[in-house]
């Protein structure tokens, strides 16, 4: 069966420090990978998305990146972080072949910068 | 660009009541999808629908999709304290995406007992 991890669960950062935020699936092969930040009592917004190893998609400009160096790793990242940058950091997968499989989502990291 | 909305945004409901929340998409849709998200949690797949007018059932739970694929509604009968939580719907549209369904922003639903 497929299981997705996440890393860190929680972390607290000052502001001005780098982030870097993992996220593993297990079980699939080429799936399509997603990053959301969800604030406080609101809902989910896509910040990236992967077809393929290498291949990212960025939905909102912002001071975070993410890359995929492996089939089925998936890392968000900052340089320098913002006070804006807290929230809810949600990784998922799905199928690929892009035909709007659902998506399985991991458990999460909980990130406010200070 | 597509937007997909949905209301309530909140809904408190006493144990035993129904509840229903709607969502619209600015656009023709390919499919729907629906997820909840306990407090504290992650968001969890519950159902797609892919026909015009389709209707499934989970339990207590009835979903619909629209005849003109534009929107949809998930009703709970008799609601539980389990049921609460933030449900989301998620629509797909192939013609703007071919790898990404948009959220709406979701309805929070609380049960008191």
């Known amino acids: 069966s497929q299981t997705i991890h996440q890393w860190p669960a929680t972390l607290v950062q000052p502001v001005g420090s780098p982030l870097s935020l993992e996220c593993t699936v297990e079980?699939?092969?080429?799936?399509?990978l997603y990053w959301y930040r969800q604030a406080a009592g609101r809902g989910l917004q896509l910040l990236f998305y992967s077809v393929g190893i290498g291949q990212i998609s960025s939905e909102v400009p912002q001071n975070l990146s993410a890359s995929r160096p492996q089939d089925r790793q998936f890392i968000l990242s900052s340089k320098k972080l913002l006070l804006s940058d807290s929230g809810f950091y949600l990784c998922?997968?799905?199928?690929?072949?892009?035909?709007?499989?659902?998506?399985?989502f991991g458990p999460g990291t909980r990130l406010t910068v200070t | 660009g597509q937007q997909v909305m949905q209301i309530p945004q909140y809904q408190h409901v006493q144990e035993g009541e129904d509840f229903t929340t709607y969502c619209n998409s600015s656009t023709t849709l390919s499919n729907i999808q629906w997820y909840k998200q306990r407090p504290g949690g992650h968001p969890v797949f519950l159902i797609q629908l892919v026909k015009s007018g389709e209707v499934k059932k989970q339990k207590r739970l009835t979903f619909q999709f629209g005849e003109a694929k534009k929107n949809s509604s998930l009703h709970i009968t008799a609601t539980q304290t389990t049921d609460v939580g933030t449900y989301f719907c998620a629509g797909l549209d192939l013609k703007t995406s071919y790898d990404k369904v948009i959220f709406g922003p979701g309805t929070s639903l609380s049960v008191i007992p």
């Open positions: 079980g699939t092969s080429n799936p399509n």
């Open positions: 998922a997968w799905s199928l690929s072949a892009g035909f709007g499989y659902e998506q399985y």
